[in-house]
């Protein structure tokens, strides 16, 4: 179930976590990597891998998995797919169904 | 891509993967994992050293790791220090070496308007003209400053200044557009101060970001970060961003490749010349001649540059210099080429001796061909040749010598434009005693040749075959369809094809033998014997040979007749038949006869797999 989450994927590559972390595990305070450089870095990659842009109350709320998933979630992105759409068409990010690891791709994070 | 992946090609395959991955996807997250990936390797598989000092007006710092791992793809160990943002002058007024700081070996200034002249932006509430203006000028004086400045205390070592790009966002670009004080006239003074720096300044280079910048369309933007950090680049910008920049450094650490070796059919031409004649050749103002005429002029603006062009062709010598004489549209000429090589020896042999003649090692050396085959038996033999296209479009070719990073350099000077003649006078060298592994080669490309009769399933192809072969072709004889289908037909013939297939794919039917019972008993006489000239120098001619000879002895045949006719096209041919172990019985000027008796059956080549299938065609 894990490895079908991309943001999770994302944020254990970005920071270089054990493979083994939990999800709730990752938040800004007990990640030390995760400093204010990194936040910016972390942010591009966010909206380039969903192809999205936060708004600006939405980036002083991506602190945590949690927080990142929550705010995801309600701009309508899917955590199942891969980053297939990074040359995609636009709004790709809501087909499920192309993602090489789940060709049935329904499941979304959400489900844990 | 294909520009990164030629920088590290001597990377593991680990990290190549994790490097080509992580810039395909442009994921940060893949990024930093390929950087910890290269940072496992050793000193030695890493490159040089390198050490270069980034100031800039906007923040730097969150790019750090794209910006590492491009510089370490030049391949170089690279060290970076990201000076603090808007300390430019201060920064260089502390030298480029100190009792602390290790020296330097290039320095880098990334700046742009938004900092350097944010009024530009708001020229009505900044005094429009006379303000703006003045504004501009103070900052001319200012840039010219710095490089007073880092000459001062940095010597000779390289600078490099961006060019300011368009911003990030602005309004009323109508406007803008239309008085010398608006924002794109602005832009443009500035950026032309920076390019005579460069000109007038031996140590002064100049990173044209406000070229990248137009060329990536505002997919390189993120405006929300610029005013969260003032880091105004995506997530696929930065990694663009990063490569273009290490692209304008690499030739301080790699040198260029100094010759270009380049084959002809196909390539400086539509058409195959042995095949489809002078006539056939597709050059000039028209699609898909002006392609070719594109491709060279590319490759006159190289030489005049300083590379030397190597002419690498399987054709016959008076054939090309005549294409060369008498085609009109011709971009280049014959002697253009530094090292022409055309005959019908392998072409990694034939660029090693090119490179004798050189004095170039073969890492200064780049090849392009439009034959799978070849660059195959070039990327075998010749490991240190870079390849640098693909496939075999033209159009392909041309777009690789557009975006190739190979022939960088960051002078022009006139020694360059003499080493061009200097290629010329230079003595040949003695020839290395290097031989080639030529049938370790021809066994990797894994042929299968299948054999079949001729039919009505391949008359068509057989009867093109004989109209078009010139160089392989024993006999040149013309024959129409139909009467290929006679030959083939009468009592006592043999009249095989020869398909080959290897691992590129299906190369289709490329041999042919024609024999028809000769009036002695039991003889045979070879009336046509020919391969295409796509399939030369792969050996293919003897798994012809070997299905034609074990045929004719299983039907009992005890001698062959053979007839060379010289043609002016096919001396590749003149000694083949003496080369079988037959007899010359007459010859007079222009045709050779030959017999060979008894007959014994034959082996089909080591490096072919020969499917005999009787039945099918």
């Known amino acids: ?112 | 891509m294909d520009r990164v992946r030629h920088w590290i090609e001597h990377f593991p395959d680990r990290q190549k993967a994790a490097v080509l991955e992580a810039v395909e996807s442009s994921s940060l997250a893949r990024i930093r994992h390929a950087l910890r990936t290269v940072e496992e390797l050793e000193a030695t598989q890493r490159g040089p050293a390198f050490r270069v000092e980034l100031l800039g007006t906007y923040s730097l710092e969150p790019l750090r790791p794209v910006l590492q791992l491009a510089l370490n793809c030049l391949p170089s160990r690279a060290t970076l220090e990201i000076g603090p943002l808007d300390a430019i002058e201060t920064r260089i007024a502390q030298g480029a070496s100190g009792a602390e700081r290790e020296a330097l070996d290039a320095r880098v200034v990334l700046w742009r308007t938004e900092e350097l002249l944010p009024e530009v932006f708001y020229p009505f509430s900044n005094g429009f003209p006379d303000g703006i203006i003045s504004r501009r000028d103070q900052l001319l004086g200012r840039i010219e400053g710095v490089v007073r400045l880092h000459q001062q205390t940095a010597g000779e070592m390289p600078l490099f200044l961006s060019t300011v790009p368009p911003p990030v966002g602005s309004s009323n670009p109508v406007l803008a557009a239309q008085h010398r004080a608006g924002l794109f006239s602005i832009l443009g003074s500035i950026n032309q101060k920076l390019y005579e720096l460069a000109t007038e300044n031996s140590s002064v280079y100049v990173i044209d970001v406000a070229a990248w910048a137009s060329g990536q369309g505002n997919s390189h933007e993120a405006v929300g970060l610029d005013f969260m950090a003032r880091q105004p680049f995506s997530a696929a910008g930065q990694v663009a961003f990063a490569f273009y920049l290490a692209r304008f450094l690499r030739p301080l650490i790699v040198p260029r490749k100094k010759a270009l070796a380049i084959d002809l059919d196909n390539t400086l031409w539509g058409g195959v010349l042995g095949e489809d004649g002078l006539a056939g050749l597709e050059i000039g103002p028209e699609f898909p001649g002006n392609v070719h005429l594109r491709i060279q002029r590319e490759l006159l603006e190289l030489k005049e540059r300083g590379i030397a062009l190597v002419l690498l062709s399987k054709n016959n010598a008076t054939d090309v210099e005549e294409a060369f004489s008498s085609l009109p549209d011709m971009i280049l000429k014959l002697e253009d080429f530094a090292v022409r090589k055309v005959n019908w020896e392998p072409k990694s042999q034939n660029l090693r001796a090119a490179a004798a003649e050189l004095r170039l090692g073969l890492d200064s050396f780049a090849f392009i061909d439009d034959s799978d085959y070849e660059r195959e038996q070039m990327r075998q033999l010749n490991p240190r040749v870079l390849i640098l296209n693909q496939n075999s479009d033209p159009l392909r070719t041309l777009n690789t010598l557009w975006e190739t990073d190979a022939f960088d350099s960051l002078f022009l000077t006139k020694e360059d434009r003499q080493r061009q003649h200097d290629y010329r006078v230079r003595q040949a060298r003695e020839i290395g005693a290097h031989q080639d592994d030529l049938e370790g080669f021809l066994k990797s490309l894994e042929m299968a040749a299948i054999i079949e009769p001729v039919g009505p399933g391949n008359l068509d192809r057989v009867a093109n075959l004989l109209a078009k072969t010139n160089q392989f072709n024993l006999t040149t004889r013309r024959h129409s369809r139909a009467e290929v289908a006679r030959l083939a037909e009468a009592a006592g013939s043999i009249a095989l094809v020869l398909r080959l297939r290897d691992k590129f794919g299906e190369q289709g039917i490329i041999g042919l033998v024609i024999a028809i019972a000769g009036q002695e008993e039991q003889s045979l006489i070879i009336d046509s014997l020919l391969v295409s000239c796509r399939a030369l120098g792969r050996g293919v001619e003897h798994a012809l040979w070997a299905a034609t000879v074990n045929r004719a002895y299983q039907k009992g045949v005890r001698k062959l007749q053979a007839e060379y006719v010289a043609t002016g096209k096919n001396s590749l041919v003149a000694d083949f038949y003496d080369k079988l172990g037959f007899r010359q019985v007459e010859g007079n000027g222009s045709v050779k006869r030959y017999e060979l008796t008894p007959l014994a059956p034959r082996l089909y080549p080591s490096w072919i797999n020969a499917i005999d299938e009787p039945d099918a065609g």
């Not at chain 1, 980036?59 to 929550?70: K, N, V």
């Open chain 1, 1 to 112: 179930m894990q490895d079908s989450d991309a943001l999770l994927r994302l944020l254990r590559e970005f920071f270089n976590l054990p493979p083994d972390v939990q999800p709730q595990e990752i938040t800004q305070n007990a990640v030390a990597a995760w400093d204010s450089l990194a936040m910016v870095q972390l942010i591009a990659d966010l909206q380039g891998t969903f192809r999205i842009d936060f708004d600006v109350d939405e980036i002083g709320r991506l602190r945590s998995y949690e927080e990142i998933r929550a705010t995801l979630l309600k701009k309508d992105v899917s955590l199942v797919r891969q980053r297939a759409a990074a040359c995609g068409p636009e709004g790709i990010q809501q087909q499920n169904s192309r993602d090489p690891d789940h060709p049935r791709g329904s499941q979304t994070v959400s489900s844990h």
